[in-house]
């Protein structure tokens, strides 16, 4: 069997770690064609050295530079390029069998979609991209027959509940219900009135899992499960009343699909995102991916409980988003990523993201969306309607 080349956008990332561990593993089924990161050259350049792609990207032409020196002295013939135009080739060139999506934020919609286009098989961690642009990237994917992959667990869980055959056809399939699992994160039980006083190391302290930044805090506001519930009504074909959320603090049902005639399927394992990689990568079959199995006993009991919407705000103007449709999904998530890089910056308090959110969200309308264009523009605009509010409402 020849051997699949992979490229991995983000892959100094959390995920894009764990994908090249995971491949290691597998060196006779896979290959690294390209490798991509955002300014980490040095963490880049051990990663090419070991994984010898044809390719490595980074964002500016400096540091491009930088690392082409370093490759050609170790005499490693991989090739550095820079910029949006050279994640979007890498992810579309003809040799590239899969690729991995797993830049953070809005910046990973460009290459994603590119990847849609042209027909790839593509492991989907950046939810950003759905939440983003659902319609016109699952369109593409309809359009171009590329093979879509959830790689975010949760989605990853309820894709291997699912029928086979399932085409996104809630309707026809003896669902009820596709329910999310959320761990709650860091803050679940913290006093509500002290959370405006959590520091962006607190927030980014998750009780189960290790992820990037940006995420981690998404976790702690739960805007994480926002985002996903987003992702599912896009990948599934589900409305907002059919997609339900249950905290689950120790992460080990990744989520669940209920039928009508009574039963619940779920997808269990240890929460160590390798395992839903290795499913992509290898689906449909099955491979190792290091993780150890589940072992249940260790558990004296798994706690199933209702989100609390006053706790954790966000949730509920996910929901809000997804029910107005058009262009809310795109300036919730703009909105988002600014608040979340002003509260890490020390500019914003905890609470105030939610403030943020909901005053983009009041005061920008919605409108419809028909191509890549459309959305920066939308996305550009909300970034700073946001930034104003910070700077007016931040701390100085
Ligand atoms: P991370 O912050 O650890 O890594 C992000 C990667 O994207 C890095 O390689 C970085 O260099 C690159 N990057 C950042 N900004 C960029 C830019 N402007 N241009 C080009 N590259 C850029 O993030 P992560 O935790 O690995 O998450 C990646 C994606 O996967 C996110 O969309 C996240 O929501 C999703 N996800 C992550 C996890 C997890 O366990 N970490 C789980 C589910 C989904
Ligand atoms: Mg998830």
Same mark, same amino acid.
């Given at each position: 069997?020849?051997k699949q080349?992979?490229s991995?956008l983000?892959s100094?990332?959390?995920?894009g770690v764990s994908t090249?561990?995971?491949i /290691? ?5 896979? =290959?690294?064609?390209?490798l991509?990161?955002?300014t980490?050259?040095?963490k880049?350049?051990?990663q090419?050295?070991?994984?010898q792609?044809q390719? $490595?990207?980074?964002?500016?032409? *400096?540091?491009a530079?930088?690392?082409q =020196?370093?490759?050609?002295? +170790?005499g ?6 820079y910029g %949006?135009?050279?994640?979007c &080739? !890498?992810?579309?060139?003809t ?5 991995? %999506?797993?830049i953070v ?10 990847a ?8 989907l961690?950046?939810?950003e991209s ?7 990237f699952?369109d %593409?994917?309809?359009?171009?027959g $590329? ?5 975010d667990?949760? +989605?990853?869980?309820?894709?291997q509940?699912?029928?086979g ?6 309707e026809h ?5 596709i329910?999310?699992t ?8 913290r006093a !509500?009135?002290t ?11 998750h009780?189960n ?6 995420? @981690?805090?998404d976790?702690?506001?739960?805007m994480?499960k926002?985002? =996903?519930v987003? *992702?599912?009504?896009w ?8 997609i ?5 603090p120790?992460?080990?049902? +990744?989520?669940? !699909?209920?039928?009508? &005639?009574? @039963?619940?399927l779920?997808?269990m394992?240890?929460? &160590?995102?390798?395992?839903?990689? $290795?499913?992509g990568l ?5 491979i190792n991916?290091?993780?150890a ?7 004296s009991q798994l706690?199933?409980?209702?989100? &609390?919407?006053?706790?954790?705000p966000?949730?509920?103007l996910?929901?809000q988003?997804?029910?107005?449709g058009?262009s809310a ?9 600014i608040?979340?890089e002003?509260?890490l /910056?020390g500019?914003?308090g ?5 403030s943020?959110i909901?005053e983009?969200l009041n ?6 969306l028909?191509?890549?264009?459309a ?5 550009g605009q909300a970034?700073?309607h946001a ?5 007016q !409402?931040g701390?100085q």
């Amino acid at each position: 069997m020849p051997k699949q080349k992979i490229s991995i956008l983000g892959s100094t990332g959390s995920i894009g770690v764990s994908t090249l561990d995971v491949i /290691a593993r597998h060196p006779d089924r896979y =290959e690294v064609f390209a490798l991509t990161a955002h300014t980490q050259v040095d963490k880049l350049f051990l990663q090419c050295q070991q994984f010898q792609p044809q390719y $490595a990207v980074l964002s500016t032409p *400096e540091l491009a530079s930088v690392l082409q =020196e370093r490759l050609t002295l +170790h005499g490693i013939s991989t090739i550095a390029l820079y910029g %949006a135009q050279a994640l979007c &080739d !890498v992810a579309t060139a003809t040799e590239c069998d899969a690729v991995m %999506a797993a830049i953070v934020g809005a910046a990973g919609l460009p290459s994603s979609l590119a990847a849609a286009q042209a027909g790839k098989r593509i492991l989907l961690a950046n939810k950003e991209s759905l939440v983003m642009s659902g319609q016109i990237f699952m369109d %593409a994917i309809a359009k171009s027959g $590329a093979v879509l992959l959830p790689i975010d667990s949760e +989605h990853n869980a309820i894709f291997q509940c699912l029928p086979g055959s399932y085409g996104r056809k809630i309707e026809h399939s003896g669902i009820s219900k596709i329910i999310l699992t959320a761990s709650g994160g860091p803050f679940l039980n913290r006093a !509500v009135e002290t959370l405006n006083d959590v520091t962006p190391d607190q927030a980014v302290a998750h009780p189960n899992w290790v992820m990037g930044r940006k995420i @981690s805090v998404d976790s702690a506001t739960m805007m994480n499960k926002g985002l =996903e519930v987003i *992702e599912a009504h896009w990948l599934f074909g589900a409305p907002a009343d059919q997609i339900g959320v249950l905290i689950h603090p120790q992460s080990v049902v +990744h989520s669940m !699909v209920s039928y009508v &005639d009574g @039963s619940v399927l779920a997808q269990m394992g240890n929460p &160590d995102m390798r395992t839903p990689i $290795a499913f992509g990568l290898a689906f449909p079959e099955r491979i190792n991916s290091g993780v150890a199995s589940l072992d249940l006993t260790k558990f004296s009991q798994l706690h199933f409980r209702q989100p &609390d919407f006053q706790r954790f705000p966000c949730l509920g103007l996910a929901y809000q988003a997804l029910r107005t449709g058009g262009s809310a999904a795109t300036i919730l998530n703009a909105a988002n990523e600014i608040a979340v890089e002003a509260f890490l /910056a020390g500019r914003l308090g905890f609470r105030q993201i939610e403030s943020v959110i909901e005053e983009c969200l009041n005061q920008i309308s919605s409108v419809s969306l028909n191509d890549l264009a459309a959305i920066l523009e939308v996305d550009g605009q909300a970034r700073r309607h946001a930034l104003s509010i910070v700077s007016q !409402v931040g701390v100085q």
